[in-house]
């Protein structure tokens, strides 16, 4: 954005491919809060209440951010997996993170993290990685739950799983049926 919308005053006089600036500049900054306070909780109390104080956070934002998500998009809660690949695209990791989703022969959603940035910032720092495995849990399985509460969420890998070169973290979303099978 740096030399752009110098006539701008506001966002809203801002041109589209400074708003799409934008947004990946506002989640850079989100996330590098986010990142910021983890290590701040790491340095004091270290790893184990930094993870559970993220997890405590995470289960209350990604539904707040779910909420949202749906309400952006106009979606009713139970869209099924359709909704979720949908949702996941407007996520705030979405405009920082490339990600992938595909359904499997069995209708399964597979998501994948190709890339993450807080695991490479933290590899930059000389940090070890964030095992991100619980909290991941708690925010992909409550967001997806959010989205539709019959979707079951199972971690397929995640750090502090040793991770394939082409992705970081992947989760299968399943929609169960009433009874609560899959």
Same mark, same amino acid.
């Given at each position: ?13 801002? +041109?589209?491919?400074?708003? %799409? ?8 900054? !989100? &996330? ?8 701040? #909780? ?15 956070? !995470? ?10 998500? %749906?309400?952006? &998009? ?26 992938? +989703? ?6 399964? %959603? ?7 940035? #807080? ?14 495995? +619980? #909290?991941?849990?708690?925010?992909? +399985? ?12 199972? #971690? ?14 992947? !989760?299968?979303?399943? %929609? ?7």
């Amino acid at each position: 954005m740096a030399g752009q919308g110098e006539g701008a005053q506001r966002i809203e006089d801002l +041109s589209r491919e400074e708003l %799409l600036a934008l947004v990946k500049d506002f989640g850079r900054r !989100w &996330l590098a809060h986010d990142g910021l306070w983890f290590q701040a #909780v790491e340095r004091r109390y270290g790893m184990e209440a930094a993870i559970d104080l993220d997890a405590q956070a !995470w289960r209350d934002f990604t539904v707040n951010e779910g909420q949202r998500v %749906l309400r952006l &998009l106009g979606m009713e809660e139970e869209g099924g997996l359709e909704a979720l690949d949908r949702a996941l695209r407007f996520r705030l990791y979405a405009a920082v993170n490339e990600q992938e +989703s595909e359904r499997e022969d069995d209708g399964a %959603l597979v998501f994948r993290m190709r890339t993450c940035r #807080v695991q490479e910032a933290r590899r930059r720092k000389g940090m070890p990685d964030f095992p991100c495995k +619980s #909290v991941g849990c708690v925010e992909y +399985s409550g967001f997806a739950r959010t989205v539709d509460p019959r979707i079951a969420t199972e #971690v397929i890998l995640c750090p502090p799983d040793p991770e394939p070169r082409d992705y970081y973290c992947a !989760w299968r979303f399943t %929609l169960e049926d009433r009874a609560g099978k899959a």
